[in-house]
């Protein structure tokens, strides 16, 4: 079956770590652009980073910046989200997804939940402070 499985969600502290996998079966993600989301409650999806099928591109969201580190492993079909510091402002669902894309050299991937196509089921993360 084609899907994305994410892992990796847990309850930490304020300040703790985290690292999510995505992690696509039955088809071949190292093509394709791939983003982090969460969500909260009824809010919209909200971008978190993103990544090119090369990794080379990559782009985050501002509240991401600095704390968290999207990175890729084509060789386990895999994409990663590499949590520090998180913040009582951090916990939501986080659903990875990717857009079908192969994006050419000078075109980033994209940070709009509707510019992707498939998505993974979430994982939980919870910050207690």
């Known amino acids: 079956q084609v899907q994305l499985v994410e892992s990796g969600g847990a309850s930490v502290q304020s300040g703790e770590s985290l690292r999510l996998s995505c992690t696509a079966s039955?088809?071949?993600?190292?093509?394709?652009?791939v983003a982090w989301f969460r969500q909260t409650g009824g809010n919209e999806r909200e971008a978190v980073a993103c990544?090119?099928?090369?990794?080379?591109?990559?782009r985050y969201a501002d509240e991401a910046q600095g704390r968290f580190t999207i990175s890729r492993d084509n060789n386990k079909n895999t994409v990663y989200l590499q949590m520090t510091s998180l913040k009582p402002m951090d916990p939501a669902v986080y659903s990875c997804?990717?857009?079908?894309?192969?994006?050419?050299?000078?075109?980033?991937?994209?940070?709009?939940?509707?510019?992707?196509?498939?998505w993974g089921q979430g994982t939980q993360v919870t910050v207690a402070s």
């Open positions: 997804a990717t857009d079908w894309l192969v994006l050419p050299d000078g075109v980033n991937c994209p940070m709009k939940y509707y510019e992707y196509d498939l």
């Open positions: 990544i090119k099928g090369d990794g080379k591109g990559i």
């Open positions: 039955e088809f071949t993600l190292g093509h394709y652009s």
